[in-house]
């Protein structure tokens, strides 16, 4: 070191030392020092915050401003990023490392524009989610209350259908053990999915404020599971049960008849029909087969179980929705037809449960199917052998 840098060294040491002596010294006196006045401090010199309104304000007098990209507007107007955020809220897709068949929008964060059935002309994201709870949820709720509320209504008024007449003690077979199996599956199968699906979409309404948000959490979590596993047996069993009843459920002129006769549920004597009445045939094809189609097709598909399928977010909103739109379709005419084969009519739970009807049953709420087993074109006994625990089941000859 430097005997110049030494001897400046000691100068300001002794001129610390005789400041703290004069403050040590004025402490114990007890007098005042001076007051000094303020002095203005002098500008500093440093990195001033940039304002890029201020920046070239006349920047944007180029014809080419609205075009320009980032790096273009980053030289006219540093720190103005517009155009980089206008290409994210458009949709365009910028660069990302993973690959397109792992991650096909990894490189696009928010989705184009589009406008959904009841939304409004929005980011795709925006517009599903109006869709889904300004429209879906709380329409679709409606109408399965509304649905309970007249079935409550028809029972109280016009209690159970049948028994009307007395019965014969010989039994007409009605169902195979395998239609049984495939019916049972598929019911078991479809309340599992139904009740999980209603505890997701509906449950926050509900349940949350009475078991509180941890426990409704754990509860979607194990139902959306059950959903996702469950699924697979409800497509398989539907696929069974549209090809073990599509004979029977093919339209026919009486069809038409106990159509316009609202199959005489408004009076006191059935409409004759064949196996399946109209408005069960209805329920095969409305309720049941293109439905349950469409929520099949589509609870694969959000369960990323379609092999080669490009799952983009837009065809997910899309898949979703189609998947509620026609859960709810299926719920709300199975309800019904839960309805009728419980205490709807008398002795149809029965059929289904052992596979037998009296005589009496198939004459008075299927006619014609009545006749023509009678007559010999359909056999009393379908299966290879009789039920011996239903009295009155006759062996098949």
């Not at 599992?192 to 926050?204: E, N, P, R, T, Y």
């Not at 404020?209 to 979590?221: A, D, E, K, Y």
């Not at 009445?277 to 094809?285: P, Q, R, S, V």
Request: one cysteine or more; proline letters at 6%; a positive charge.
């Amino acid at each position: 070191m430097s005997k110049v840098s030494i001897a400046t060294l000691r100068i300001w040491g002794v001129a610390l030392t005789l400041s703290c002596g004069l403050g040590l010294a004025t402490a114990q006196t007890g007098a005042a020092a001076p007051a000094v006045p303020a002095q203005p401090q002098p500008a500093v010199a440093g990195v001033k915050s940039a304002n890029i309104f201020e920046i070239a304000p006349d920047a944007s007098a180029d014809a080419n401003y609205a075009g320009q990209n980032n790096a273009e507007r980053g030289k006219v107007q540093p720190g103005n990023n517009a155009p980089m955020w206008r290409d994210v809220g458009k949709g365009v897709t910028g660069y990302s490392s993973l690959p397109v068949s792992q991650a096909p929008e990894a490189g696009n964060l928010i989705q184009p524009f589009v406008q959904y059935p009841g939304s409004n002309l929005t980011t795709a994201g925006e517009a599903w989610r109006q869709t889904r709870n300004d429209w879906l949820i709380p329409y679709g709720g409606a109408v399965l209350f509304i649905v309970l509320l007249t079935l409550a209504i028809f029972y109280k008024t016009k209690g159970p259908l049948g028994g009307h007449l007395p019965d014969t003690g010989r039994k007409i077979e009605r169902f195979t053990p395998l239609e049984r199996a495939a019916h049972w599956s598929n019911a078991g199968a479809f309340i599992a999915l139904a009740v999980s699906g209603i505890v997701m979409a509906f449950g926050k309404f509900f349940i949350l404020p009475v078991i509180g948000s941890t426990l409704f959490g754990w509860l979607t979590f194990a139902l959306k599971n059950l959903h996702n596993f469950v699924g697979p047996l409800f497509a398989v069993s539907l696929l069974i049960i549209v090809v073990t009843f599509i004979k029977d459920n093919i339209a026919n002129a009486s069809d038409f008849v106990w159509l316009s006769k609202l199959g005489g549920m408004l009076g006191d004597k059935e409409v004759p029909s064949h196996r399946f009445n109209a408005g069960e045939k209805g329920l095969f094809w409305w309720g049941i087969t293109i439905p349950g189609i469409v929520v099949v097709g589509s609870g694969l598909f959000l369960d990323k179980l379609i092999p080669g399928a490009m799952y983009l977010r837009g065809d997910m909103q899309i898949a979703h929705m189609l998947h509620l739109v026609c859960a709810l379709v299926m719920m709300a005419l199975i309800l019904g037809h839960i309805y009728m084969g419980t205490v709807g009519v008398k002795g149809a739970y029965g059929a289904m449960k052992t596979g037998y009807v009296d005589e009496a049953w198939a004459k008075e709420h299927h006619e014609l199917w009545y006749d023509d087993v009678k007559a010999g074109k359909i056999p009393a006994q379908r299966s290879s052998t009789a039920d011996a625990s239903v009295p009155g089941a006759i062996a098949k000859a």
